[in-house]
């Protein structure tokens, strides 16, 4: 059974945010491995490429053609913000490093948060497809993580020592020394093994999926994590900030796992 959502106006978005995901990462699929324009951001490690920009294109475009009125918050700058009850948080393309060079780790990351009057805004839908492998992550709030048909469960390991962890380090690893490498010199030395595979969004659904038992990061933005945080936490995982407290919709800190293994990993990271 796919991931069904009874909810009326959550079920309209669920289905809009998954074809655009699969449009976006059509084009994906198409330029990968031809020839690019490759532009550079903030720092001269982290790039920008056509194909990025003509993602989140596409994607705002079907938002705001399908007129909901919803806010957009897309990781190259279109679309528009508002205070509107939903929120669209889109990365076009999660691994442009990746993509750039040829390898074959790269998505489409869209989240939905819905504000409640007085409250504060709830993850509701999040949807990730790797366009190469064809999988696409999706999960609704209350309604589980789906990978297609087939509903996704963190892995069972309460042992860090035979975890598989990932992590990633930030594009101002060469100037910043919050650089990350403290901790991942304790992982590595308490893990089974650690990944440095260069997608967020995709580390989060390999933790959902039971791929990996773990995954850090720090530096991230709502766009790498909007989709992912939903889909572990409806897998039973869990996402927190580095001192085991509420997952930071920012970003800027990111510990998810199993759960179970999840105080062993906060033991290990430096701050
Ligand atoms: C990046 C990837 C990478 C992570 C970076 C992110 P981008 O996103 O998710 O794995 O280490 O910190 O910014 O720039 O490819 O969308
Ligand atoms: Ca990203
Ligand atoms: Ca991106």
Known sequence: MPLSVHDPDLSHRLTL???LARRAGAIQRERYETGLTIDTKS?????????????EALIVDGIESADLGDAILAEEGHGEDSNAPYRWIIDPLDGTTNFAHGFPRFCVSIGIERTKPGAEPERVIGIVYDPLLDECFEAALGEGAFLGER???????????????????SYDVHESDDDNLASFR????????IRRDGSAA???????AGRLDAYWELKLHPWDVAAGFLIVEEAGGR??????????????????????????????LAF
């Open 202 to 208: 995709l580390d989060l659904c390999y933790v959902a």
């Open 239 to 268: 996402v927190t900030d580095l001192r085991g407290g509420p997952a930071d919709r920012s970003g800027r800190e990111v510990v998810s796992s199993n759960a179970r293994v999840h105080d062993a990993l906060l033991a290990q």
């Open 186 to 193: 304790n992982v590595v030395k308490t893990a089974r093994g």
């Open 151 to 169: 509903r996704l469960h963190v892995t069972q390991e309460d042992d860090l020592g035979r975890s598989l962890v990932a992590t990633g380090f």
């Open 17 to 19: 945010a998954r074809m």
């Open 43 to 55: 720092a001269t490690i982290d790039l920008v490429t056509e194909v990025d920009r003509a993602c």
